[in-house]
């Protein structure tokens, strides 16, 4: 099973940007898809942005897009999640996961880290 830690969340002015990074053992890590969520108070977990294996192929949710990039560096297990232009309602504790694909969709793993806060002030 894949371990994960996140890092890199903090505060930051509106326009800022941040880069999340998540670390990951277990030396199958690389054979496996991995994604960013978040979770907003009072609010449901959300997918981010995810990537496949290799780091050839990745999604973003219509919120971030264009704003956010996810990459991988499989020599060091480490996923990041670079934010530029953040916005207040960007606002969240941002979690990494392994995962799989299905159907087309990104299924993450029940198996997630201490997630790192990211705090947007207007």
Partial sequence: QVQLVESG???????????????????????YPMGWFRQAPGKEREIVAHINPSGAN??????????FTISRDNAKNTVYLQMNSLKPEDTAVYYCSSGYYSG?????????????QVTVSS
């Fill in 104 to 116: 087309g969709y990104y299924q993450p793993y029940n198996n997630w880290g201490q997630g790192t």
């Fill in 9 to 31: 969340g903090g505060l930051v002015q509106a326009g800022g940007s941040l880069r999340l990074s998540c670390a990951a053992s277990g030396r199958t890590y690389v054979t």
């Fill in 58 to 67: 990745t999604y973003y949710s219509d919120s971030v897009k264009g704003r």
